[in-house]
Structure formats: C-alpha cells, structure tokens
C-alpha cells in the first residue's frame, strides 16, 4: 500500500494467507505462499504473535500460526462497564474507556497521553505512581482502594493494576477501577447508625425519639408510642415525626437545632414558651400542644445534638416529658 512500510506490507501479506487457514500454516508453508526466505518469515511471525495479532501452537515437530481470536483491548474497553486504563510502559495513558471520561468529566484527548497521577482526575500522587513501575519488572497485580475529593464529595474507588502486554508488544498496565462510593457510604451510614443506637440507649429511659442529619427517624421508642399513639413502624424511616406535636407540617426542635438555626428556636419558641439552651449545648421548652393526643398537652421537650468521635454532627435525640398533670395544678385557683 501507498505511504505503508516494507515491513508493514510484508506484515498484512502474512496475514492474509493465514486469514483463510483456520488451521493454521508452518512457517514453510507461509514462506512459500508469500515468497519469502524461512528466516524473514520466522522474524515477522515473532513480532506478530508477540503483540498478539497472531496465536501459535506446537503440533508435534511442526510450528503452526492463525490469525489471533483475541479481541484487542481497544476494540471493548468502550463498551465495559468498568472503569479502564491502559498506562505504557511510561506510565503513560495510551487506552481509556469511555465509563472513565464521564466519571472523570474529561475527553479522551484531555486524558491520553498523561500521567494517572496528573490526569483530569488524579487516581494516584506520584510518590504512589513510582510504585507502579514494579509491574513492569515482572510484579504481580496488586489492589488498591482510591479516595478521590471532588466538587466538596467524596469518591471511592477498588483499583486492580494488572501487568499487561500491549499491543506492541511492549510491556504495559491495565487499570481497572469499581467505584464503591454508594456502598461506602451505606457503610458509613450503619456504623454511624449503630454508634448513635449505642448512645441512645445508654441514656435512661424516657420518651424520646432519634433523627439522623436528613431528619428521618431512625430510632422512636415504646414510651414516645404510647405517649403519643404514634407506633414505630410507622416512624422509622421517615420525616413525619411533626405528625405526633402538630396539625401542619412545621420542624421540631431537633429539626431547627441540627440545622443550627439558633435564631428562629429563639422566635419559634418565644412568649409562654421557656426556650433556654441545655447544659450539653441542646435547648428545652414548656408547651401546650393542642394537637397531642388524645386533647392537647403540656409537654416539656429536650432537644440535643448527636455527634460522632471526630465530633461530626449526625443527627439529634429529642425527649419528651408530659408535664400536663404539674401545669393543671399550677392554674387550679384557691378560693
């Protein structure tokens, strides 16, 4: 062809005897049907099944080549779900899949071609790339989880770095990455669940409900039940503690107080209400409920906040005392 090198002619003739041989040819059938000398044929055949394009087997004293079945890497790394790279022997980025370009938010043309520590999206810091090189030397594959930060979230990635042979022939690794953040971070939420139960129930007994920082119940206990007629199952899960206190929907202390909207506790809980911050940096008031079951309340509510050991706030406990009895003696009037 036009423009193409002696050897890549050579290189495509090889390949065309063998493309109707199912079966295979030697190397003196091949030399004989391109009319080439053993010796050069023996040389293409080398470099040929080196970078895959071809496969050999030894039946009996006889050497046989065919077209390789191998896809190449190339060809379906854009249609895997995974996330792959395909780093030379440089550590540079010769094959990427498009799954990385969305995760990543970059093109092909931004990211081929650079270093996985200085691409768009940067897997590795270059001390941890320097260690990449051993799989280059004959290393085995090696693991590792990849914590990436970006646009104020956090992602996780387990990373497998296989020693692969390129295409050429010469020595590269493929990357392939599984992004784990949603498992993680269900993860994440159960400890932190366990660890706030855990607290809770170190506390004595009394109603008393827990919300998480999106303020859904995740804790709502049997005093609180038969207090407010309000089962559990019917709780848990959900954003509709306000249904136990009031008519609308309206947040309640422990709402305003994770949200840390100090001021409106202040508004909110004014006049005949007592709203005064607790010892543990929570706030209390004295109510009448009218919407409490079964015909309105006094209730005193203690709201706190609920951190985990770095100190993170994830949720907030609120306890409720029916002081109902204790306000009707205080307007009783003595003649």
Request: aromatic share 6%; charged share 25%.
């Amino acid at each position: 062809m036009t423009g193409n090198s002696p050897a890549a002619d050579e290189a495509t003739r090889i390949r065309m005897v063998l493309k109707d041989q199912p079966h295979g040819l030697s190397i003196k059938e091949i030399s004989a049907a391109v009319g080439m000398s053993r010796n050069s044929v023996a040389k293409y055949l080398d470099i040929l099944a080196a970078t895959g394009q071809l496969e050999l087997r030894q039946v009996g004293n006889a050497k046989l080549y065919t077209l390789s079945q191998r896809v190449p890497v190339s060809s379906i790394i854009d249609f895997a779900k995974e996330l792959i790279i395909v780093l030379d022997k440089s550590l540079r980025i010769v094959e990427v899949s498009d799954s990385l370009c969305t995760f990543a938010g970059a093109t092909k043309r931004e990211i081929l071609h650079t270093r996985i520590s200085a691409a768009p999206t940067a897997l590795l810091t270059p001390s941890e790339e320097e260690h990449l090189s051993s799989l280059l030397n004959g290393g085995s594959a090696w693991k590792k989880e990849i914590r990436i930060h970006r646009d104020s979230t956090e992602r996780y990635l387990d990373g497998r770095f296989i020693p692969t042979m390129l295409q050429n022939g010469e020595r590269g690794i493929t990357v392939i990455l599984e992004d784990t953040t949603e498992r993680r971070l269900a993860e994440r939420a159960t400890q932190e669940r366990d660890r706030l139960l855990h607290t809770i129930f170190q506390i004595p007994t009394i109603p008393r409900y827990f919300i998480d920082r999106n303020h859904k119940v995740v804790f709502w206990d049997r005093a609180l039940e038969i207090l407010t007629g309000f089962k559990s199952e019917d709780m848990v899960g959900t954003a509709g503690h306000w249904k136990a206190f009031h008519d609308t929907e309206q947040p309640c202390l422990s709402d305003l107080l994770i949200n840390g909207d100090i001021d409106r506790i202040r508004s909110v809980y004014n006049g005949i209400r007592t709203s005064q911050p607790s010892v543990d940096g929570g706030y209390e008031c004295t109510h009448f409920f009218p919407h409490a079951r079964p015909a309105g309340k006094w209730l005193h509510v203690t709201a706190t906040l609920i951190r985990d050991p770095s100190g993170r706030v994830t949720g907030a406990m609120e306890t409720i005392e029916d002081v109902t009895d204790k306000k009707q003696q205080d307007f009783v009037v003595v003649e």
